[in-house]
């Protein structure tokens, strides 16, 4: 009877929420024993200057490598971290991790190097005073304040709050930048830029993936880059992927482009050989920069 059928459908629908709850709670066990145990990774994804070629920036990106599940998104995983307020502990290790890597660079005489960390704003809600035990271990790791570069979302930076307006604020008084990232997919995103100085602005990957000549995409990226200029801001465009899309950039006076076009994020070794060789590999025959 359809009763019946109902009742089914029921049960079977039931019997998949469950699965995924319990999917759900098994994966945040096995995250915080891995946060606990300190093995998530820290990658660096190289940012270039679309003028000259030259690397003198990075993103830092953190990885985990489930013991069995394989490598898992923090697309997945940092929503879990912060539901649950891992991302505290999780945060200061990545914080760790990127002052002890970029103190190995600048020792190695590239002083110039600015690497970026994202900062989730549970964590500067946290009441942990994040950005004081930043200061300290940046202090304590050797490297020049603005070094560091905070990237923070537009659409949950909870701008109304004081203690993240006196968080970020904190950040840029001690000399750390600060960059705004997924430009335009937030919600309030002009009202950001009068309360806070950012360095940076991160075009989202949204607008540069379909990026073509004449098309509504361009005229965005074309006015966004006027805007920041405009504010003093310096624009990193997400996601370059093809020449096409870098030669449209340039053409709009984007300043620093980061992708696959150039690279993916890689492990710390492998960025400080390139850094090392003074010869990235997107430089050269064959590569987005033959010329430089
Ligand atoms: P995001 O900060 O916007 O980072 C850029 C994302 O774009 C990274 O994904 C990067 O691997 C990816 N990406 C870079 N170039 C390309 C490209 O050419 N094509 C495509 N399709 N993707 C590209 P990832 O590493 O998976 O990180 C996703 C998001 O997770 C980040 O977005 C950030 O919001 C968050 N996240 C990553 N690492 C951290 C971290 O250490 N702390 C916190 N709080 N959040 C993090
Ligand atoms: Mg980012
Ligand atoms: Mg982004
Ligand atoms: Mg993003």
């Given amino acids: 009877t359809a009763k019946e059928q109902g009742r089914n459908r029921y049960a079977y629908f039931s019997h998949i929420m469950q699965e995924r ?3 759900r709670r098994q994966l945040i066990k096995d995250l915080r024993a891995c946060i606990a145990a300190e093995r998530l990774k820290v990658h660096y994804q190289p940012i270039i200057c679309l003028e000259t070629g030259q690397m003198r920036k990075a ?5 985990w490598n489930h013991p069995q599940k394989g490598p898992i998104s923090p697309v997945e995983f940092i929503p879990l971290c912060e539901e649950t307020g891992l991302i505290v502990e999780l945060g200061e290790q990545i914080f760790k991790t990127v002052v002890r890597d970029v103190g190995r660079w600048i020792r190695d005489n590239h002083a110039e190097m600015q690497v970026s960390i994202n900062v989730s ?3 500067l809600l946290s009441g942990h005073e994040v950005s004081e035990r930043c200061f300290r271990m940046a202090r304590n790791a050797g490297i020049p304040d603005r070094t ?5 979302t537009e659409g949950m930076l909870l701008d109304n709050n004081p203690f993240v307006i006196q968080q970020l604020r904190q950040i840029v008084d001690h000399g750390m930048e600060l960059a705004l990232d997924d430009f335009g997919t937030g919600y309030s995103s002009l ?3 009068k309360k806070f100085n950012f360095h940076f602005l991160k075009i989202d ?3 540069v993936m379909h990026l073509a000549a004449g098309t509504t995409d361009y005229a965005l990226c074309d006015a966004i880059i006027t805007m920041a200029h405009k504010l003093g801001m310096q624009v990193i465009a997400e996601g370059v992927e093809t020449e096409e899309q870098m030669r449209l950039l340039r053409e709009a006076g984007c300043d620093f482009g980061q992708g696959l076009l150039f690279s ?3 492990p710390a070794d492998e960025l400080g050989g390139w850094l090392a060789s003074g010869a990235p590999p997107w430089i050269g025959p064959g590569t987005p920069f033959p010329d430089v």
Avoid: N, T
């Fill in 59 to 63: 993103e830092s990106l953190v990885r």
């Fill in 21 to 23: 709850a319990q999917a």
């Fill in 148 to 152: 560091l570069v905070i990237e923070v």
């Fill in 205 to 207: 990957r949204a607008f």
């Fill in 121 to 123: 704003p549970v964590q």
């Fill in 264 to 266: 993916r994020p890689v």
């Fill in 191 to 193: 009202s950001y830029l």
